[in-house]
């Protein structure tokens, strides 16, 4: 007997029909089952990605981390973009690199950061670091350029607190533009009023409202928070206080350059203040 017969029964013409019908569904729900099944994989296989790169940026192996996210490079992702961005970042900073090298992997940085949020504005943490790639690209653009994207580097900061306000970093960060902005030189000054009718300004009390609040969330998280609670106290006069938290900086575990660097600069102050 007709195999298409036993499976459709004695008629003939009209299932045959349905034969021709029946095998495109089949196979289509084939293959969605078959992508779903890929698509599950692939984001497992993403994830696994992003927990290595999580622990590779936790351990401190930075040029091991960045090799590992530029395999990823073309990815739609937000999620692998701005962790390339921090890490391209991360990687200008480390003494062995050239200036040349440098310069490039800076604004390699703000590129992955700009791609990043493209694909997602709703990505706190490209907002972040874009904000922060912006700012070091001024260092190669000129004060004009850096004062220029004064205002957007703080409305991404803003931002990325908005979708996190559980996030110390962009908050500290916030803190640090304030502090940044109440001690412009005057000349500084003057180039920001030729480029904005109101130029962006800022208090040390402003700047000291946001590091005391990402201490709040996250107590202890940064050295260099510590140090900049420290300073600011120190210009605000209030040397009680400004010892409090140098001491704190001083006597943080030195995991990195950068915490070695707060802790020398805590001491140098910490002694100007005989404490």
Same mark, same amino acid.
């Given at each position: 007997?007709?195999?298409?017969?036993?499976?459709?029964?004695?008629?003939?013409?009209?299932?045959?029909?349905?034969?021709?019908?029946?095998?495109?569904?089949?196979?289509?729900?084939?293959?969605?089952?078959?992508?779903?099944?890929?698509?599950?994989?692939?984001?497992?296989?993403?994830?696994?990605?992003?927990?290595?790169?999580?622990?590779?940026?936790?351990?401190?192996?930075?040029?091991?981390?960045?090799?590992?996210?530029?395999?990823?490079?073309?990815?739609?992702?937000?999620?692998?973009?701005?962790?390339?961005?921090?890490?391209?970042?991360?990687?200008?900073?480390?003494?062995? =690199?050239? #200036?040349?090298?440098?310069?490039?992997?800076?604004? &390699? *940085? $703000?590129? +992955?950061?700009?791609? /990043?949020?493209?694909?997602?504005?709703?990505?706190?943490?490209?907002?972040?670091?874009?904000?922060?790639?912006?700012?070091?690209?001024?260092?190669?653009?000129?004060?004009?350029?850096?004062?220029?994207?004064?205002?957007?580097?703080?409305?991404?900061?803003?931002?990325?607190?908005?979708?996190?306000?559980?996030?110390?970093?962009?908050?500290?960060?916030?803190?640090?533009?304030?502090?940044?902005?109440?001690?412009?030189?005057?000349?500084?000054?003057?180039?920001?009023?030729? =480029?904005? #009718?109101?130029?962006?300004?800022?208090?040390?009390? &402003? *700047? $000291?409202? +946001?590091?005391?609040? /990402?201490?709040?969330?996250?107590?202890?998280?940064?050295?260099?928070?510590?140090?900049?609670?420290?300073?600011?106290?120190?210009?605000?006069?209030?040397?009680?206080?400004?010892?409090?938290?140098?001491?704190?900086?001083?006597?943080?575990?030195?995991?990195?350059?950068?915490?070695?660097?707060?802790?020398?600069?805590?001491?140098?102050?910490?002694?100007?203040?005989?404490?």
């Amino acid at each position: 007997m007709c195999p298409v017969l036993v499976l459709l029964g004695c008629s003939g013409r009209v299932h045959r029909g349905a034969v021709l019908f029946t095998v495109p569904t089949l196979t289509y729900v084939g293959y969605q089952v078959y992508r779903s099944a890929s698509m599950v994989h692939a984001l497992d296989k993403a994830e696994e990605v992003l927990e290595q790169a999580d622990y590779l940026y936790g351990s401190g192996e930075t040029e091991r981390l960045y090799q590992l996210l530029l395999q990823h490079r073309n990815s739609e992702d937000a999620e692998f973009l701005w962790r390339l961005a921090r890490a391209s970042r991360d990687l200008a900073l480390l003494e062995n =690199i050239s #200036a040349q090298q440098k310069k490039s992997l800076t604004y &390699e *940085a $703000l590129e +992955f950061a700009k791609r /990043a949020l493209e694909k997602n504005e709703a990505c706190f943490a490209a907002h972040k670091w874009y904000a922060v790639c912006l700012s070091d690209v001024g260092e190669y653009e000129g004060t004009k350029v850096k004062i220029g994207n004064s205002y957007i580097i703080r409305q991404h900061l803003e931002r990325a607190v908005e979708l996190n306000p559980k996030d110390a970093t962009s908050i500290h960060i916030l803190g640090y533009w304030c502090f940044a902005f109440a001690e412009l030189p005057w000349y500084q000054h003057k180039v920001a009023a030729m =480029i904005f #009718a109101s130029p962006p300004t800022a208090t040390y009390e &402003e *700047a $000291l409202a +946001f590091f005391l609040q /990402a201490e709040h969330v996250d107590p202890n998280f940064y050295s260099k928070n510590l140090l900049m609670l420290g300073k600011t106290y120190l210009m605000l006069k209030d040397h009680g206080n400004a010892a409090t938290w140098l001491c704190k900086a001083r006597d943080y575990p030195a995991h990195n350059a950068e915490d070695k660097q707060v802790h020398e600069e805590a001491v140098a102050l910490l002694k100007k203040l005989k404490v």
